[in-house]
């Protein structure tokens, strides 16, 4: 899997900066199955757990975005509306 220059760009600063090291307890099954994943990927395991970690974390981060701009209402309107607009349009 080829990823883009900038996913290694960021990963090669990532690396400069100081780093903790977390132990977390999978059972025999998860390890075989992240261990395959990795080499088919051609990855040590690690990184495969760091990228995971990163993805589910901007997902998370997207997911608290995505709240927050649905609290502003400003310029939204209900189906209804909508619908209303978008027929007076196409009857023009």
Do not use: N, W
Not at 1 to 28: D, G, I, N, R, W
Not at 54 to 67: A, F, I, P
């Amino acid at each position: 899997m080829h990823l883009p220059l900038c996913y290694y760009f960021f990963e090669m600063k990532a690396m400069q900066t100081e780093s903790k090291k977390t132990s977390v307890s999978l059972t025999v099954e998860q390890h075989k199955r992240l261990k395959k994943l990795a080499a088919k990927k051609g990855i040590p395991l690690s990184r495969l757990v760091k990228e995971a970690c990163l993805e589910m974390l901007e997902d998370e981060e997207d997911v608290s975005y995505c709240r927050e701009a649905l609290k502003d209402e400003s310029g939204s309107c209900t189906l209804e509306e909508y619908l209303k607009r978008r027929e007076g349009k196409q009857s023009r």
